[in-house]
Nanobody, 119 residues
Framework: VQLVESGGGSVQAGGSLRLSCTASGVTNFRNTCMSWFRQAPGKEREGVARVYTLFGSPYYADSVRDRFTISQDTGKKTLYLQMNSLKPEDTAMYYC?????????????WGQGTQVTVS
């Protein structure tokens, strides 16, 4: 399984970015938990949003709820994170992670990360 993120960059506060994560080698994307995490320098990794692709029901961290939207394109095996009203505290490396089945337990598959900088 390989996860490849894209879409990061630098943006001013209040701006928007859309991250993408394309999964290859996933045998059953329709039964996969796909998640976005982020880690800022000197801080612990934080779960931002996740979705169980079978039901499409998203979960958001309080810090991003109502600003970020997680979505999926099952045909393209791609996960998205639409980030609006960005704040400087959203600055971090963003990682895509995946696991088979529901969203409990550890994630065996991780992307390389994409940097988001908000000034």
């Amino acid at each position: 399984v390989q996860l490849v993120e894209s879409g990061g960059g630098s943006v001013q506060a209040g701006g928007s970015l859309r991250l993408s994560c394309t999964a290859s080698g996933v045998t059953n994307f329709r039964n996969t938990c796909m998640s976005w995490f982020r880690q800022a320098p000197g801080k612990e990794r934080e779960g931002v949003a996740r979705v169980y692709t079978l039901f499409g029901s998203p979960y958001y961290a309080d810090s991003v709820r109502d600003r970020f939207t997680i979505s999926q394109d099952t045909g393209k095996k791609t996960l998205y994170l639409q980030m609006n009203s960005l704040k400087p505290e959203d600055t971090a490396m963003y990682y895509c992670a995946a696991k088979s089945g529901i969203c409990t337990g550890d994630y065996p598959y991780w992307g390389q990360g994409t940097q988001v900088t908000v000034s």
